[in-house]
T-cell receptor, first 113, second 113 residues
């Protein structure tokens, strides 16, 4: 238990569906991250939020839409995904600033059919 | 971002010390070396980090060479639960002032009974 909780753990969705991934942390952290881990590829940083403000978007397609309503919650809204978007989506949090450890959730295993 | 190079895979006998090397020859003066591991189907877990000096915690030791171009993670008494992919990461600061963890492909460590 890392203190970062992701739901759901598994999700199967069609290409025309809309779904959302949820991440929650009660560690008092003010930076939150979405990563994508595809099969046989390194983790890719998608988005960074600091104090609820998006501070980084690593050229992620617009079919992925993040939302951070407060420092404890982070969402990833999904719509019209492609089969190649199937991956493990990981949320992480850390204390804002440099040189601190990041705590990761267990991830959501997403399959797009 | 400084790039890291790690062996693709390693084996270690249970109870022995596991020594995982990492090269980061382009590291700059204010970049830290982080180690994370990822056990199958889980999110990455922080192990240790350091700048110049050797570091030790309850999980592992980190030995950084004097020129900082390489480091070694040491798991002093490996157990079967240490089987995982180990990532050596050089942390950098993005244009927005966030710390960035850029994951590579890591070393797959297998502990042999």
């Amino acid at each position: 238990e890392t203190g970062v909780t992701q739901t759901p753990r598994h999700l199967v969705m069609g290409m025309t569906n809309k779904k959302s991934l949820k991440c929650e942390q009660h560690l008092g952290h003010n930076a939150m991250y979405w990563y994508k881990q595809s099969a046989k590829k390194p983790l890719e940083l998608m988005f960074v939020y600091n104090f609820k403000e998006q501070t980084e978007n690593n050229s992620v397609p617009s079919r992925f839409s993040p939302e951070c309503p407060n420092s404890s919650h982070l969402f990833l809204h999904l719509h019209t995904l492609q089969p190649e978007d199937s991956a493990l989506y990981l949320c992480a949090s850390s204390q804002e600033g440099a040189w601190t450890e990041a705590f990761f959730g267990q991830g959501t295993r997403l399959t797009v059919v | 971002d400084a790039k890291t190079t790690q062996p693709t895979s390693m084996d270690c006998a249970e109870g022995r010390a596991a020594n995982l090397p990492c090269n980061h020859s382009t590291i700059s003066g204010n970049e830290y070396v982080y180690w994370y591991r990822q056990i199958h189907s889980q999110g990455p877990q922080y192990i240790i980090h350091g700048l110049k000096n050797n570091e030790t915690n309850e999980m592992a030791s980190l030995i950084i060479t004097e020129d900082r171009k390489s480091s070694t993670l040491i798991l002093p008494h490996a157990t079967l639960r240490d089987t995982a992919v180990y990532y050596c990461i050089v942390s950098s600061i993005s244009n927005f002032g966030n710390e960035k963890l850029t994951f590579g492909t890591g070393t797959r460590l297998t502990i042999i009974p």
